[in-house]
């Protein structure tokens, strides 16, 4: 069961216009763990995240999948054993029909014709999309193609599910759905978002991370506790973990700052014109 | 926009009808892309002037419609979109070519006129055909079966994914244009600076999405075949027959005058 982990170390990236995505990440992530990956924008997730399944090579470091470091040799299969689900589900879902989209992964493995079906409708009803099979992808609303994105990776059955903000553009309904059905997953799972609530309630671990570098390591509830380390990578605590701002008195107010604008002045605008 | 954005957004009802199960819409889509490849032909080689000839044409598009059970007012809109194209080339024509070969009574017709109208019956012809095409095979089929016909596959793909994109990417054309216009105050027009730096901005951006989109692929074991899993459908029979004899009627009609045939046998009983 080796294959589940997920380690990197002392990974480092640097874009070729000079930008230093990634200056030193090492983490060790377990089998069947849930880990949250968060930061403040531009803080290095999504770089982080296209390494895992080798689409951008380190500058320096590694990242070992299960036992083996990632090296081009070994790319297919460690593409197979890491399922993407990339944030716009109509970069994922190009093919003309959901059936043909969630069926791209186990044909480029390929699979025979029968193991390709059963693959596809386990995927489909793993996602509650099933009656979705034949439907053209942009005739789907959001939160239907989210879930069909998921499946898309599901089909080929991978042991580590890496997401990126799964939960973006949902509407609170399907993005109830949705973390629902995160939370029935097996898999070891990697997830990054700005929704904070979502990982409190998805991931037992999360990493912050913070100018290229991992800031904390550690439980969710731990992190989401600490209020300098959450002000310092301009983080917020989880809304579950604020105090109501109607009913509660030890409510902290947010800091006053100034405004960004001038507020206008009572007199009447001059017009020069 | 808006228009453009309706008329867009429309092409998903050419889908739904590509899913109705008719005798036209089971046959193999390759009996109809040559069929309609046929008739394209067909009906473009007739001569500048030609018009009556062409008329009896439109029993292949009024056919398919009855047969596929295809409403013929949301065809006819689907035309209008393409009318306008057309008329475009066919304009200049009544202007420069001003012999006269026609005359009704005191009225002299001029050759321009008869060409430009033999134009836009040519449009409305090869448009709807194609339309219809779409309409009974839904494009995905159609792409596959121009694979089978040994289009090389990279074409097809190419086509697959326009299709699959052209949504996104009016979309997202539509909402930059939404965007200048609400803060262009009634200004009317587009100078060249503003709109070169906009269609620049869509450029990068469907780069930046082809880029994620491979990204995609690459990730789901992607090596460089798109291989698809639609119905084995299978050229027999009734794919032959439907072929043969669409082909042959409309050999017929390029070669013969129908319209004309039929006057002068009248003409000719009654004298």
């Known amino acids: 069961m080796s294959h589940h982990i997920v380690e ?42 296209l390494h895992l399944n080798g689409y951008l090579t380190a500058t320096s470091g590694e990242i070992i999948i299960g036992d083996d470091p990632l090296t081009k040799q070994n790319l297919a299969v460690i593409r197979r054993t890491v399922g993407m689900v990339f944030q716009d589900p109509d970069d994922q879902l190009f093919m003309p029909t ?40 942009y ?20 042991e580590i599910l890496v997401l990126d903000e799964p939960t973006n553009g949902l509407d609170p309904y399907a993005r109830r759905l949705l973390i629902a ?24 671990r999360t990493i912050v991370l913070h100018e290229g570098e991992v800031m904390a390591d550690g439980p969710t509830l731990e992190i989401f506790r600490d209020n300098a380390l959450l002000d310092t990578c301009r983080l917020e605590k989880p809304l579950a973990m604020q105090g109501c701002p109607v009913c509660s008195p030890e409510h902290r107010p947010l800091p006053k700052k100034p405004p960004l604008v001038e507020p206008h002045s009572r007199k009447p605008h001059q017009h020069n014109h | 926009m808006l228009a453009i954005d309706g008329s867009f957004l429309d092409f998903k009802q050419l889908d739904l009808l590509a899913l109705r199960q008719t005798a036209v819409h089971r046959l193999d889509p ?21 018009i009556s000839a062409l ?40 202007i420069f070519d001003r012999q006269v070969i026609l005359q009704i009574g005191p009225l002299d017709i001029w050759g321009g006129w008869v060409s430009c109208l033999s134009i836009l019956l040519r449009a409305i012809l090869t448009a709807s055909a194609a339309i219809i095409l779409v309409a ?23 086509l697959l994914f326009l299709y699959r994109y052209i949504f996104v990417l009016t979309d997202e054309g539509v909402r930059t244009a939404r965007a200048r216009q609400l803060r262009t105050f009634g200004r009317r027009g587009l100078d060249l600076r503003h709109f070169s730096s906009l269609v620049g901005h869509l450029l990068l951006r469907t ?53 004309q045939l039929l006057g002068s046998l009248f003409t000719g009983s009654m004298q």
């Open chain 1, 139 to 158: 005739h789907l609303s959001c939160g239907e193609k989210k879930r069909v994105a998921i499946a898309t990776v599901l089909s080929m059955l991978p």
């Open chain 2, 207 to 259: 780069w930046e999405r082809a880029e994620r989109i491979h990204m995609a692929m690459l990730a789901r074991g992607f090596s460089g075949e798109v291989h698809s899993t639609h119905k084995q459908s299978h050229f027999g029979k009734p794919e032959l027959i439907f072929t043969v004899c669409w082909v042959a009627l409309f050999i017929l009609l390029r070669l013969y005058n129908a319209p």
């Open chain 1, 181 to 204: 059905l995160l939370k029935g997953f097996h898999h070891t799972r990697i997830v990054t978002s700005h929704d904070l609530d979502m990982i409190f309630e998805l991931c037992e």
């Open chain 1, 8 to 49: 990197t170390r002392h990974l480092k990236h640097i874009y070729p216009d000079g930008t230093i995505a990634l200056k030193d990440v090492s983490f060790r992530i377990e089998h069947g763990e849930s880990v949250g990956i968060i930061g403040a924008n531009g803080a290095g997730k999504s770089t982080l995240l």
């Open chain 2, 55 to 94: 008329l009896p044409f439109l029993i292949y598009p009024v056919t398919l419609i009855a047969v596929g059970d295809l409403p013929p007012g949301y065809i006819l809109r689907k035309m209008l979109f393409v009318l306008p194209f057309a008329l475009l080339v066919g304009l200049f024509n009544p």
């Open chain 1, 98 to 137: 959901v059936f043909d989209d969630v069926a791209f992964g186990p044909i480029n493995l390929g699979l025979s014709r029968a193991e390709i079906e059963t693959r596809v409708s386990e995927a489909l009803s793993r996602v509650e999309a099933g009656a979705l099979r034949d439907k053209p992808p």
């Open chain 2, 136 to 158: 009974i095979t839904g494009f995905p089929a159609i792409c596959e079966a121009l694979e089978k016909l040994k289009m090389p596959q990279a074409f097809a793909v190419q």
């Open chain 2, 30 to 50: 390759r009996a109809k892309v040559l069929t309609t490849l046929c008739f394209i032909v067909c009906v473009v080689s007739f001569d500048k002037y030609q």
